[in-house]
């Protein structure tokens, strides 16, 4: 069965930091590129970063760029995000999902999705 299990969110207030965790199982981790995503209540998707399959090219989102760090541990067959500097803004569930290419993340397309985890930041 794919799993790919989301975790390490939580409330944290303005300008803390969050680490957010996937692991994926069910499926060649280091053959997938990896992307973390949000939605916030009202709005939609938001690609927030993606990372190719040897680490070798991270994407970040302008709204992101210079507070988080993607990164991916294949050992492990794990994904993080380190989250600085959070703002209310951040506030979303956040997923993490496998694609078969950065290209395909890019575009909002995945092969595998999680189910997500709460990360709100208090003003």
């Known amino acids: 069965e794919v799993q790919l299990v989301e975790s390490g969110g939580g409330l944290v207030q303005t300008g803390g930091s969050l680490r957010l965790s996937c692991a994926a199982s069910?499926?060649?981790?280091?053959?997938?590129?990896i992307g973390w995503f949000r939605q916030a209540p009202g709005k939609e998707r938001e690609r927030v970063s993606y990372?190719?399959?040897?680490?070798?090219?991270?994407y970040y989102a302008d709204s992101v760029k210079g507070r988080f760090t993607m990164s991916r541990d294949n050992a492990k067959n794990t994904a993080y995000l380190q989250m600085n500097s959070l703002k209310p803004e951040d506030t979303a569930i956040y997923y993490c999902?496998?694609?078969?290419?950065?290209?395909?993340?890019?575009?909002?397309?995945?092969?595998?999705w999680g189910q997500g985890t709460q990360v709100t930041v208090s003003s």
């Open positions: 990372i190719s399959s040897s680490a070798s090219s991270v």
């Open positions: 999902a496998a694609g078969r290419s950065i290209w395909r993340l890019s575009q909002g397309f995945a092969e595998y």
């Open positions: 069910g499926f060649t981790f280091d053959d997938y590129a």
